[in-house]
């Protein structure tokens, strides 16, 4: 399913209006009819409620108005209060504004201020608002009487609906511009927008419906629209039932370069994250002094000991030893537990522009490369990164702070930048692409912000990476897969208790549901995917 922006959803509306031919007040109509049916449906008793719509002058306040005229027409009484002079609404919005006042519905102007004291008084007794003040197209804050009104309208505690996106967010952008709505629901046309699926924006949109106002599809599936929320459509494909006359070296031999004396633990949860996966075989090349702990650790798995620093990390005198280690392998997975020591990152900014095999790249693998940037040009051909934000900022040369605000877009220019496959990790990881396309993964929980979580990804997608052919949807497919652990542990054992162990113990069944998925290949809504489609009420 396509994540739009505002330009993006204003293309499709015009072609659809200009190029195709269904009018604009048709378009308006079905929004408008298609949520007083996520409404009907939500509130069975929709007649004893008391609606309050809140209407700007353009098309998002037309889309309410035409909401107004359904629910009167099956007996409801809404009030209806317009943010401007009625001679001020144009073009369909005037429209719908003259029918419904020829079918009887009054509309309220507020102007003066006794006009806001009764919209207060409607807010405090209504028990279900509908926000129809700004669509789509908001780029600046909400101010003057706008912000007056979102201010009023969130002091409310009515059940709170918003027309296609709460007023006062900008559809392409995460962060707050502003005061805005903090709706329950938000019946969002045609398809999510960015500030429907990415924090802190994403709080203010509750439970969200996206609603079909027959605009052709064949227009949201053009190349150009390159950000994409992550189904899991689109990984089954790679959890069909295994071919019975396979063997181990079929799935892949894994080499993991990982630990140091006091982070033999990353090391172990990779190895078995990538063995839980499905890798056929893994070898964990480590610290001579820290094999004897991750080789006690977990029978599956083979060790290699490696000349090491007096501090205990991997020195450059294993470099000879583990070019012949890389001979045979499938994929390679750098950095877990690995430390910065200076003959370490000596040795892996010496080892990685030789790899020509699949590489993933985590943790202090991260931290190396941020200290040797020029490295970045001359990574392998297949090569997924793994950031969390902290080190995709020291990658590249901006704060935290900036990066959560702008991750959809950094991603998106660090990925085609230097050719690399990228999961940034955090609240609805973004996997980004060489050319471009991004996924927005819907899966996962804060009882993941958990030491050893990312160990558990990097071993996870290693092993994806070298069984499935494609990198960007192994990615995602690691993505995912790793988040629904992580979801089916919060359902075992809670949040606050859940620790990177609990995501390894948890991930047969998360896969397993997913090969269920693969055979089964269900219509129904994606498991924690936080949309409801329209048809499926």
Known sequence: MKVLNASQMREIDRITIEEI????????????????????????????????????????????LVVARHLFNHGCKPRIFLLALKNEV?????????????????????????????????????????????????????????ARAIEIINQSRAFKIAVD????????????????????????????????????AEEFVGEVVVADISL??????????????????????????????THKGTYGHLLILA?????????????????????????????????????????????????????????????????????????????????????????????????????????????????????????PPICLLTPHPGEFSRLIGLSVSEILIRRLELAQDFSQRYGLFLI??????????PDGFVFINPTGNPGMASGGSGDVLSGLAASFLMQFNEPFLAAAAATYIHGLSGDI??????????VAGDLIRFLPSAIKKVEDWARERPEAKDAGSGFIFLSEL
Not at 424 to 433: A, E, Q, T, V
Request: glycine residues 10%; positive net charge; hydrophobic residues 40%.
């Open 216 to 245: 052709p599809r064949f227009l949201f599936t053009d190349e150009k629209h390159k950000v994409e929320w992550l189904s899991k459509e689109k990984i089954l494909d790679f959890f069909k039932p295994r071919k019975r006359d």
């Open 259 to 379: 630990g140091s004396t006091g982070k033999t633990g990353a090391a172990i949860m990779a190895a078995r994250a990538a063995l839980k996966s499905g890798a056929g075989l893994v070898t964990v090349a480590t610290p001579k002094s820290c094999l004897p702990i991750i080789a006690r650790s977990t029978m599956e798995f083979m060790t290699e000991p490696l000349p090491e620093t007096e501090e205990g990390t991997i020195s450059l005198q294993a470099l000879p030893r583990l070019r012949e280690l890389i001979k045979g392998k499938d994929a390679l997975l750098v950095g877990p537990g690995l430390s910065t020591h200076p003959q370490t990152c000596e040795l892996v900014s010496s080892l990685l522009p030789e790899i020509k095999l699949p590489c993933l790249i985590d943790a202090d693998g991260l931290n190396i490369l941020a200290r040797f940037p020029d490295i970045l040009k001359k990574l």
């Open 489 to 498: 542990a919060r359902e075992k054992v809670g949040e606050r208790p859940l």
């Open 21 to 64: 031919g269904i009018p604009g007040p048709v378009l308006m109509e079905n929004a408008g009819r298609q949520i007083f049916q996520v409404i009907a449906r939500k509130f069975p008793d929709f007649t004893k409620k008391k609606f309050v719509i809140v209407c700007g002058k353009g098309n998002n306040g037309g889309d309410g």
């Open 424 to 433: 940034l990790k955090g609240h609805r990881s973004i996997i980004s692409s």
């Open 90 to 146: 144009k073009g369909d919005a005037a429209l719908n504004l003259r029918i419904a006042q020829n079918m009887g519905l009054t509309i309220e102007e507020v102007n003066e201020e006794k006009d806001w004291a009764s919209l207060s008084q409607a807010l405090s007794e209504a028990t279900v608002v509908i926000d129809a003040i700004f669509g789509t197209g908001l780029e600046k804050p909400a101010e003057g009487k706008y």
């Open 165 to 200: 996106i709460p007023s006062g967010l900008s559809s392409d952008a995460p962060h707050l511009i502003g005061p805005a709505v903090k709706a329950d629901l938000t019946v969002t046309l045609g398809a999510p927008k960015i500030a429907h699926v990415l924090p802190p």
